[in-house]
């Protein structure tokens, strides 16, 4: 039974792939896999996901250059969620932070801050439209 | 506009939440919330999660003692994935591991590896059936 006999896609044939810096720890972002972005992945080196708006395959960074070299793949308990260690380029979210997590809660869920410096405007990353 | 008005639950009021051992940066599962059970996990103070297969809320470590207790609650850019910042108590996953996430796939998908110790015998955690 290969590794990916043992994932179980959900009833849009998707899996969460949580997106882990190996070096820092920082957990970068969530986006979901299918059968074939988890093989493009290991075929490629890189994470290439499932966009569920545009129905289509991305890799990561193929436009901003800001991609992800694959180091781990792990699978949990259930089968039903990945976790990848990579080696980030730039910022991984689409804002220009390092990681899409950038925000944290306070004053028991009332309100939220921005917890680490936007390393590049998105007008930078993607063009200016 | 509070926190959890900026949250994006699912079609069916869900959001996932990954786990993250605040001291470790050990990723140690994800589960799935509703907007009660991220009130209840503020308000606890600890981890609590919906189960889709029960259909109920259920406060993590209940039964075996193996708490969160929660140092950090983030969510991403899209507002529909939350990051807790976790102490966590013994094993976070039900076989028995610190982690879920306790097998690495090898050979280009082909095989995968145990990647960390058994802390306990899952029977030892809930009882023998």
Redesign the interface.
């Known amino acids: 039974m290969?590794?990916?006999d043992?994932l179980k896609f959900n009833a849009d044939g998707l899996i969460?792939a949580?997106i882990?810096e190996q070096s820092?720890?920082?957990?970068l972002?969530?986006a979901w896999m299918n059968r074939e972005t988890?093989?493009r992945s290991?075929?490629l080196g890189q994470t290439v996901f499932w966009s569920r708006s545009r129905q289509k395959y991305w890799v990561k960074g193929e436009t901003s250059g800001h991609v992800q070299m694959i180091k781990?793949?792990?699978?949990?308990?259930?089968g039903d969620?990945l976790?990848f260690q990579v080696e980030q380029t730039g910022a991984a979210?689409?804002?220009g932070?390092k990681s899409?997590?950038?925000?944290?809660?306070r004053e028991?869920?009332?309100?939220?801050v921005v917890?680490e410096p936007q390393l590049v405007k998105p007008d930078a990353m993607y063009g200016k439209k």
Chains 1, 2 share one sequence.
Request: net charge negative.
């Open positions: 290969t590794f990916l043992k969460p949580i882990q820092t720890g920082r957990v972002m969530m988890v093989q290991i075929d781990d793949i792990a699978f949990d308990c259930d969620t976790l979210c689409h804002e932070y899409c997590f950038f925000r944290s809660i028991q869920g009332k309100t939220d917890t």
